[in-house]
């Protein structure tokens, strides 16, 4: 009996709209349908892979619905088998078959599969394997997606906000941990590593964490022991230390992270040699960060009375769902760096290394947690606290004293007719007192305006020589001689404007109707002659 085919995966809009019922039907019949696959002779399996299309296209929608909640933590029984199937059911996809489906070798599938299925131990060796023996197809199909991150990063410029790209480098982080290949493919050539220190430089702290996460990575594969390329990564680090603008990303990249210790403890061999000297000057910016050096916890000496906080086996505060907003901060800026992170998880963490996130991101990157952090569920969720009944409305309020009053202000219009309320109401308007005049009217009326005889005859009468007599720079005073002989630039003019002046006003005086303001005035022969 032929299997038949697989219906895709729904988005998470669609299955809102799913009764309970129905959906647990439909997820009982994605498990068996995924188990019958899964028992088929191989030849036959490949046969029904290539042929049938619906394999490889359930496969995706299922790794691409679940991108936004990766832990498994908040699933049922049924869903977590499903999960687990899927995965069964990509290996076999991905290792067995002769012939890869093109859709499971997109860069697309391979970031979702690394972000939903970060947590299993499978998954690496199963990508590791996939790259060895689809190599040069999986370089031709990466490089077009290669490109478009260059394009992506030479267009952050200013403050801006790029949420699709920080969504875009959160997959690409999640499958540079799953295949280092992956970052030794990026790290092929200068283009890209220059792009993101371009990009460093002005983009906003939480693109540019992501971005600093992302050289980390790329760096960090090229020391992989199993294929390391030590050669690589020194050019690349000569490159950036020796350009201005690159020690941006170089020392973010070794204040905030373990690259200088990883790569101190990793390399070997000839090239030891050559990085001595870039090492020693990477030691420089590992002082400038807030990355503190790894140490043990010591342990308290003072006697315990049994009044602090409930502690568990380990040590820790005991968890009751409360959480300081400043640690609910430093959860958030985790999760963007590892969202397959449950919440709890990260406060336990948090509490081991007491609140300092960079040494947090050190030992996660490094995967060095010690043993019993290891052994914790990686999912782990923060759960509120049950609501407390209480007939105290008020119980963190305790006796205070009084404060005291608000000052008055007091303003100048204080104890007026206003105030006392003894105006007279004929005094009070709303508005305009008087809404018949408008401003074109206040312009036309002359009855007030000042008459220009008078003006013109108080100026005829001032008198501009009658002041006090300027004896600064006389001979006796000065001491040496002025030469009157040949005046100034400045006094030329002066004299000028005075014998204008004086024309003026003996020509007022003679006929004043020369100065009427009327256009025929202005035109007629007398004007332009005064002119």
Request: contains cysteine; charged residues 25%.
């Amino acid at each position: 009996m032929e299997l038949p085919p697989f219906a895709p995966f729904p988005p998470a809009n669609v299955r809102r709209d799913i009764m309970p019922d129905e959906w647990e039907l439909c997820l009982d019949a994605w498990i068996l349908l995924a188990q019958g696959h899964l028992l088929l002779p191989l030849e036959i399996f490949e046969q029904k892979v290539l042929k049938d299309s619906s394999v490889p296209t359930f496969l995706s929608s299922y790794v691409e619905s679940h991108t936004q909640t990766p832990s498994s933590s908040n699933l049922d029984q049924r869903s977590r088998d499903l999960r687990r199937t899927c995965f069964l059911l990509t290996h076999r996809c991905l290792s067995e078959l002769r012939h890869k489906p093109p859709a499971l070798l997109e860069w697309q599938f391979l970031s979702n599969l690394s972000t939903v299925y970060a947590e299993a131990p499978g998954l690496r060796p199963l990508l590791q394997e996939l790259w060895r023996a689809e190599e040069r197809d999986l370089s031709k199909r990466l490089r077009k997606h290669k490109t478009s991150l260059i394009e992506s990063f030479e267009d952050v410029k200013g403050q801006d906000e790029y949420p699709e790209l920080e969504i875009t480098l959160a997959r690409v982080a999640a499958l540079l941990k799953a295949c280092p290949a992956y970052g030794q493919f990026l790290m092929l050539g200068s283009d890209f590593i220059d792009a993101l220190s371009t990009s460093c430089e002005s983009a906003i702290s939480s693109l540019k964490k992501k971005l600093i996460l992302i050289t980390y990575l790329c760096f960090s594969s090229l020391l992989e022991p199993s294929n390391s390329n030590y050669s690589m990564l020194l050019d690349h680090l000569y490159g950036l230390s020796s350009s201005p603008k690159q020690n941006q990303l170089l020392s973010a990249l070794c204040s905030s992270t373990p690259f200088v210790r990883r790569l101190r403890e990793r390399i070997a061999g000839p090239e030891a040699i050559r990085a001595e000297k870039l090492i020693l000057q990477l030691s420089a910016f590992e002082g400038t960060g807030t990355l503190p050096p790894r140490r043990k916890r010591s342990a308290k000496t003072k006697p315990s009375k049994g009044k602090g906080k409930q502690k568990d086996e380990y040590g820790h505060g005991a968890f009751d769902g409360s959480l300081h907003v400043h640690k609910m901060s430093l959860v958030t800026q985790i999760q963007d760096l590892f969202p397959e992170l449950g919440s709890g998880f990260i406060v336990r963490l948090l509490d081991e290394y007491e609140d300092n996130m960079e040494q947090v991101t050190a030992h996660l990157l490094d995967d060095s947690l010690p043993p019993h952090l290891k052994s914790l569920d990686r999912s782990e969720i923060i759960l509120q606290p049950p609501p407390q009944d209480s007939t105290d409305l008020a119980p963190n309020l305790g006796p205070h004293s009084t404060p005291p009053l608000i000052p008055t202000r007091h303003n100048i219009h204080d104890n007026d007719a206003f105030d006392r309320l003894t105006i007279s109401p004929s005094q009070v308007h709303r508005g305009l007192k008087s809404t018949s005049q408008t401003a074109d009217t206040v312009l036309q009326d002359r009855s007030s305006a000042p008459n220009k005889a008078a003006i013109l005859s108080a100026l005829a009468a001032f008198d501009s020589d009658d002041d006090e007599r300027d004896d600064t720079y006389d001979v006796e005073d000065v001491g040496g001689t002025v030469d009157a002989a040949a005046p100034g630039s400045d006094e030329a003019d002066a004299d000028l404007r005075d014998k204008n002046e004086e024309a003026l006003l003996r020509a007022w005086k003679m006929s004043p109707e020369v100065f009427e303001r009327d256009a025929a005035t202005e035109r007629g022969k007398a004007r332009v002659a005064l002119k």
